[in-house]
């Protein structure tokens, strides 16, 4: 009778849960935490010899332990025009929390080929985050895409765990982007 009454006390004056309730918290927040999404598959590397926004090419494997967006896009299309502004502000938030976003540029068109039409792009665009050129569709290819824009989440151990085709599910992404970077390496 003693203890229920200290720790509905404790409750009452402090909004702490009894002894028992905090042994489970701590027991809890000790635990891996990860994400309820599917594992998809180890991500291919890329590949990409050409990155714009960075000082040398990005490597998954030198990227283990962080998140990484990967965005197939191209700089005219204007549904990966309309997912810009997502990813910048994704960037914003959440690079210094382990988010490294990567906008591999995939033409459809010889006039997205041209490497200073794309810094013009992403100039206009304020791409601050890392673009590789994927002029020979080799990243394209080894992720199997078909269509502009996609994403793809890559978790800290370097598997894919979320992919979306198109614009939209905005919230539904950023989500995701939060329960990845939860997750323990």
Same mark, same amino acid.
């Given at each position: 009778?003693? *203890?229920?009454?200290?720790?509905?006390?404790?409750?009452?004056?402090?909004?702490?849960?009894?002894? &028992?309730?905090?042994?489970?918290? +701590? @027991?809890?927040? &000790?635990?891996?935490?990860?994400?309820?999404?599917?594992?998809?598959?180890?991500?291919?590397?890329?590949?990409? #010899?050409?990155?714009?926004?960075?000082?040398?090419?990005? *490597?998954? +494997?030198?990227?283990?332990?962080?998140?990484?967006?990967? @965005?197939?896009?191209?700089? /005219?299309?204007?549904?990966?025009?309309?997912?810009?502004? &997502?990813?910048?502000?994704? $960037?914003?938030?959440?690079?210094?929390?382990?988010?490294?976003?990567?906008?591999? $540029?995939?033409?459809?068109? &010889?006039?997205?080929? !041209?490497?200073?039409?794309?810094?013009? =792009?992403?100039?206009?665009?304020?791409? @601050?985050? =890392?673009? +590789?050129? #994927?002029? !020979?569709? =080799?990243?394209? *290819?080894?992720?199997?895409?078909?269509?502009?824009?996609?994403?793809?989440?890559?978790?800290?151990? /370097? $598997?894919?765990?979320?992919? $979306?085709?198109?614009? /939209? *599910?905005?919230? @539904?992404?950023?989500?995701?982007?939060? +329960?990845?970077?939860?997750?323990?390496?």
């Amino acid at each position: 009778m003693r *203890r229920y009454f200290f720790g509905l006390l404790a409750f009452i004056l402090f909004g702490c849960a009894p002894q &028992s309730n905090l042994q489970q918290q +701590a @027991e809890e927040l &000790s635990m891996p935490k990860t994400a309820s999404l599917p594992d998809l598959g180890p991500a291919p590397e890329l590949t990409n #010899d050409i990155w714009l926004n960075v000082s040398s090419p990005l *490597r998954l +494997a030198d990227l283990q332990g962080k998140v990484v967006l990967l @965005e197939m896009w191209t700089f /005219g299309c204007i549904n990966c025009q309309n997912v810009i502004p &997502s990813l910048k502000e994704w $960037h914003s938030k959440y690079a210094d929390q382990g988010l490294v976003i990567i906008g591999n $540029h995939y033409p459809e068109f &010889s006039y997205e080929r !041209d490497i200073e039409n794309v810094k013009n =792009a992403i100039a206009k665009f304020g791409i @601050e985050y =890392a673009v +590789a050129q #994927d002029n !020979d569709g =080799a990243t394209w *290819r080894a992720y199997k895409n078909q269509y502009w824009p996609t994403l793809y989440l890559i978790d800290k151990q /370097g $598997h894919i765990r979320y992919v $979306h085709v198109g614009e /939209g *599910r905005y919230a @539904e992404t950023e989500e995701n982007i939060k +329960a990845l970077l939860l997750e323990t390496y």
